[in-house]
């Protein structure tokens, strides 16, 4: 009997000793709606921020949009009374809108978030809806214009990706040359010529076919008319994407779509540049010596004076980019600009050309002394004459080049030792790498929008634990002309809101600073353990850690439901050193998870209540592939990981993403960061979901890791979503998630949804 009551007391110590961590866990649906109510409750709350603007055509007027009580409100600041006023009135733009277009609208919550002041300002247009409307200041009457331009090219939709077009015997079209002497166009896939006078025709090209033939697009005339240069266009293999839509809207039976889209490895069109002249109907080839076997070649552009045409190339394997120069009489090909990288030539946010007189100078931005900076090249011999800008910092962005004051305005980070080295301020400088000036002030992410004639800037910064705060200077001097907007957030404070933390541990050299945000629960208790969720997009075109002040984002609800969310920028994305971005080549699977696993090492060491025993990890699109590439290549670390139409094998995926970290050919890189091919190493819990109707990631890609799953006997979850895109399931996707982390991180059972309250 005593020995039966000393094992139900030592029992019972065990469970007490546990208890605390147990009941931390019970996650209910009043949880749940707090966590999910936290955006209606702490946006309006951050009163004041300006999120939107831009400068009133060619005036000293700036008009931008700001959080008030209740929504959002359009106003103009003006740099030269030091004013600012109302936009218009948004009650009586609300009722005009609703007028035309049939729908509800809100004053202080308009269905859109730009407008363009027009008709000297008698008029506002904006887009609402899928239709663009002009309301008129005066009368108070709101008129459609028209619907909205579809995005083109690599913006979204079923011609997502595509090529080129299909080739057409003949144009319906022609272009006329710049003296209206002329008009060009093309017949029988050839080059024709017409005096528009003398109704005349004349063959320029007689080599053109249907798998070889001449472009209308590229059909470009010299200015002084007596030229042409075109592209010659060779189909490559133009693969095509099969969707099928379950659960269409409009009708009961499915509905299919294709469109084309290029994967890593696919034959390409290959575009080669032909001169013709007009005089003497000569037909002039240009030698492909410094564009063999290109990836793309930009639109063709004549200089000013005609003597020559250029278009940038950049060379398929993306480690050789050159701006090519053709002479107008001979077609001789010389290289302007010839940028060779051992690695890649990061054309996603790092290219910038600018051609100072004519071509005969050029400002050009390379990774060449392992940091992105700007140099001024001579344009007639291609050498560098000098480094522009220079040090341990990277160029962001061109604002303007002064041609009349050989200056540069630009915007870079990690100029100031000891700061966020993310953080952007704007800066000018003098073409031959003199008289660097910093424009911006105060400590925080900068984000500027300079007047048409330069006389002031706007500057909007804030940090993520310091509001919003909007200010117009002085270009000349950098003087505040006024503060436009200061952000309050008192209310936010009151109501409990905690700005994320800004963390920083050292990467797997040891040396390297890798910064990131914790997020904690608004009910935080130091004395509990917190599983861990890491946000992951390790996406190699940019860095992803917010820099600037949000009241709210998505991880907090995560966070409210038990959890600390974090994020971090490891090695291998981008707005570094070009050696801290070179980790990802041929390494997308690496996806920076050593500094990772480290960087929350250092912050359990710092906070006891941070558990690393319960790591969990999310993420959409290439988040998607770092997620369950978490799951497979650091199984000892992640334990439960949400994976959101993933790019799981880059193989699968777009060519010109893919191919740009990946390389070209395709070499066995590629499965050794295959989600898919490494599947079977999965040992943690796992949800995949994807939707049906993804035209940014072949949805395919999802399904090859589940059929390798199934084929590895591995027990996961998935759930595909009708007719959804490239996301993560809208809410109620999110609400799965939460569900998967409350269960396999938390140890509890999230709320049975299918009951009622």
């Not at 899928?130 to 011609?159: H, N, Q």
């Not at 080129?164 to 002329?182: F, H, I, N, R």
């Not at 509905?255 to 889209?261: C, F, G, I, L, V």
């Not at 906070?607 to 650091?634: C, E, H, K, M, W």
Request: net charge neutral; proline share 4%; hydrophobic share 35%.
């Amino acid at each position: 009997m005593k020995h039966t009551r000393r094992t139900i007391i030592a029992t019972l110590l065990l469970i007490a000793a546990f208890l605390p961590a147990f009941l931390s866990a019970q996650v209910t649906r009043a949880d749940y709606e707090r966590a999910t109510g936290l955006r209606a409750k702490l946006q309006p709350l951050a009163l004041n921020i300006v999120d939107r603007g831009g400068w009133i055509g060619k005036t000293s007027r700036y008009w931008y949009r700001k959080s008030v009580a209740g929504g959002n409100e359009f106003w103009v600041a003006d740099a030269v009374s030091r004013d600012k006023k109302i936009a218009f009135d948004h009650a009586k733009l609300a009722a005009a809108l609703a007028a035309a277009s049939g729908e509800k609208v809100e004053a202080l919550n308009l269905p859109f978030q730009t407008i363009t002041f027009a008709e000297d300002e008698k008029s506002v247009e904006f887009a609402a809806a899928g239709f663009r409307y002009s309301y008129d200041l005066a009368t108070y009457a709101c008129k459609k214009l028209g619907p909205v331009e579809p995005r083109g090219g690599r913006g979204g939709g079923m011609t997502m990706w595509e090529r080129g077009p299909a080739p057409e015997a003949a144009s319906k079209e022609t272009k006329a040359s710049p003296d209206g002497k002329w008009e060009v166009f093309i017949k029988n896939y050839n080059v024709y010529l017409r005096d528009k006078e003398k109704k005349e025709e004349s063959i320029l090209s007689r080599d053109g076919t249907e798998g070889d033939y001449y472009t209308f697009e590229s059909l470009t005339w010299s200015p002084d008319s007596k030229k042409i240069a075109s592209f010659r266009l060779r189909r490559g293999y133009h693969r095509l994407v099969h969707y099928v839509e379950s659960s269409p809207s409009d009708q009961l039976q499915p509905k299919s779509y294709t469109m084309e889209y290029a994967k890593p490895g696919d034959v390409l069109d290959i575009e080669r540049p032909v001169l013709f002249l007009v005089e003497t109907k000569a037909r002039i080839e240009v030698e492909d010596a410094l564009f063999r076997n290109p990836y793309e070649l930009t639109d063709l552009a004549w200089r000013k004076d005609s003597r020559a045409f250029t278009f940038e190339v950049n060379q398929r394997g993306h480690q050789v980019y050159r701006v090519v120069e053709v002479d107008g009489t001979t077609g001789t090909a010389r290289a302007v600009i010839d940028e060779e990288a051992k690695t890649f030539f990061c054309y996603s946010g790092k290219k910038f050309r600018y051609d100072i007189d004519d071509g005969r100078e050029v400002v050009w931005m390379s990774e060449r002394d392992g940091w992105n900076h700007l140099y001024l090249y001579d344009g007639t011999t291609g050498a560098v004459k000098n480094q522009i800008t220079q040090g341990e910092w990277v160029v962001r962005s061109v604002d303007k080049v002064d041609e009349e004051k050989r200056q540069v305005y630009f915007q870079a980070s990690g100029t100031t030792p000891g700061r966020d080295p993310y953080f952007t301020d704007a800066f000018r400088i003098n073409l031959d790498g003199t008289g660097l000036i910093r424009l911006t002030e105060g400590e925080g992410n900068h984000t500027v929008a300079y007047s048409p004639d330069m006389t002031y800037f706007v500057d909007t910064w804030s940090c993520v634990d310091t509001a919003t705060t909007s200010e117009i200077r002085r270009v000349a001097d950098r003087s505040i002309v006024m503060t436009v907007e200061k952000g309050d957030i008192g209310g936010l404070l009151k109501a409990g809101w905690r700005a994320p933390e800004v963390f920083v541990a050292k990467a797997r050299d040891g040396k390297t600073d890798i910064w990131g945000i914790i997020v904690r629960p608004s009910n935080f208790d130091p004395k509990k353990k917190y599983p861990v969720i890491e946000y992951i997009y390790a996406g190699p075109q940019g860095s992803f850690v917010p820099k600037s002040f949000q009241a709210y984002s998505s991880m907090r609800a995560l966070a409210e439901l038990g959890f600390i969310v974090s994020q971090c920028d490891g090695l291998g994305t981008s707005n570094r050193s070009k050696a801290f971005h070179d980790v990802c080549w041929k390494n997308l699977g690496d996806a920076g998870f050593p500094d990772r696993v480290l960087w929350h090492k250092a912050a359990a060491a710092k906070y006891p209540y941070y558990d690393l025993t319960r790591v969990g990890i999310y993420g959409n699109s290439a988040g998607g592939q770092n997620a369950l590439g978490g799951l497979l290549f650091q199984p000892d670390f992640y334990k439960a990981g949400v994976a959101s139409c993933g790019c799981h094998d880059n193989r699968m995926d777009k060519m010109w993403w893919n191919e740009q970290w990946m390389g070209w050919p395709l070499g066995p890189e590629y499965a050794a960061s295959s989600n898919v091919d490494n599947a079977g190493r999965l040992q943690g819990q796992l949800l995949l979901i994807v939707g049906e109707m993804d035209t940014n990631v072949d949805p395919a890609s999802t399904m090859q890791v589940v059929n390798a799953l199934i084929k590895a006997n591995k027990v996961f979850d998935l759930l595909v979503i009708p007719g959804a895109g490239h996301g993560m399931g809208g809410a109620y996707g999110e609400r799965k998630m939460f569900d998967f982390f409350v269960r396999n991180l938390l140890g509890a059972n999230p709320p049975d949804w299918n009951k009622g309250r």
